[in-house]
């Protein structure tokens, strides 16, 4: 069905399907990669739980919110006409929950959905866990008879904790008294006092050492220090997530975006067509600019059929679709007419239609850098300066190693190719995911929007990230991030500034009309007029 806005430079165009990453409360179903579905699911230790406290409160708050941004994704993309005319309604792919990360058997699961655990090691882990979980309710009833019989009295066994290692097949750990006798030599040379001597014994008997041993071959293309390489991915992988603090919601995010994405690939494998971007769930859409209505005396032949808004969102997704199409197809001829096989075959492997970013085209500024940084600057200006010359202008470029420029990944798409190599790059390298450096005492989590870019620039070339210089998504504003509560107004300051770049707006603090091309709701407007009228933007909970 064609679009009825006569202006709509897409009017044939299909619907496109948004695929939106939501943490939305559902009731737990059992599917291939769930195990363990009791409410009792063992703790980080491997042990069940005690009964939880009454966290009714909390819980309420939680899928309060949550259940509001599902509604309001819904709502966007179903009732404001230039949205439904060309987008399916949006299907929701579950989230991970940060909290439900800290428990061992829960964040296998999952990693091993988000197709981070091999399948070998998969199926050592799955047939660990059903043996013990059925060798456990075996006790459990053996305990109920002997007490009914000799006692008659019901105990509540169903709170014992209950020890359970998911690691039985792929792994075992062997405790030892002391370290080994090269390292104790090495120890006693450097100690001279009798008082540091005294001191490391009384260490080495507190902190008892372990040696773990793999139980299944390691694949040689395994990156990392010897002593991860060593353990299977699925071991290495928990004793690195395990101590992440507050970046524990920033794996959470990750695992969900590859889970979407092997969603989105999927879809396009089955289907022809498919699911065409990933969303996240604190996204706005860009619907159209004021003097683009079509009213009723305009002289259009289809004016009384069409009253709403320009239909900007999906015109500005397909121009870019278009124009990344054509960029390949231009390459791959004038590849062929010169016998080129570099990267002029490059095509488009990841495509945003929505970002935010910290650069200027050419010249992307680093901030602050010592002495060192400028010297590699230069290295690198004078390596690349034939390159950089065959480059069209409008290309953003690093000049600096590392980086990047295009911040956040609300609204994206990902070729099949690019996630294969992604998924096989996080497969042999647990540190692409959770990283520490030597000072450090936690480790620290990769972000999303880190990791994609840079694996799809370094495998495919930088030419094969392509994004629209007229924005079709934008976050919304001061919604309260899970992740970055801290740069919650630099997300709306910059959105801001980008709006009015592209609008023509020089004073965005203290005009508001950049937010009227935005799909916003009523909450939306009482935050960006109260940003108008004061000046600053402030948390909906202060309002």
Known sequence: MACPNPDCRHRNKRKLRPLVISLIPTPATQDGGTINNNPSTPDDDGTSPPPPRSTTATSTTTTASTTARHEQITRMFTTHPSLSTHFHPPVFSPGVPSREIRNRIKLLEYANKACLIPDGEWKAIDRALKEQQRSCEEDVEDITTKLDNQLNVVSDVGTQHVSIDPFRYLASTTKVDGLPESEESNNADNVNDSQQQHQLIKKKKRWPQTITTSLIPIPSTRRGSAEDIALPYSCELWRKAKTL????????????????????????????????????????????????????????????????????????????????????????????????????????????YGWLGNFEFDNIPTGKTSANKQQQKKKLASDTQQLEDATDSSTPRFTAPGGTAVFGTFAYSVSLDAYRTLIQMLQNDVGALVWKSKKMRAYHAKPIDKILPRHVRETFGERSVHLTDKVAFVRCPMLGSLLHQQWEQGFCESTELQLGLLMGVSNVANDGTVWNNVWLTEEDRKVVEHRQRRGKWTERTKL
């Open 245 to 352: 603090n507050r970046d524990r919601s920033v794996l959470a995010c990750t695992l969900a975006h590859l889970v979407a994405m092997k969603t989105l690939v999927d879809s396009k494998v089955d289907d022809d067509v498919g699911f065409d971007f990933i969303l996240e769930d604190n996204v706005r859409a860009f619907v159209g600019f004021e003097e683009d209505y079509v009213s009723m005396t305009d002289g259009h032949a289809n004016s009384n059929e069409w009253t709403g808004w320009s239909c900007e969102c999906a015109n500005r997704m397909w121009d870019l679709i278009d124009a990344s199409d054509s960029y390949a197809t231009d390459n791959a001829e004038s590849a062929q007419q010169s016998q080129c096989t570099s990267d002029a075959l490059q095509r488009c492997h990841l495509r945003y």
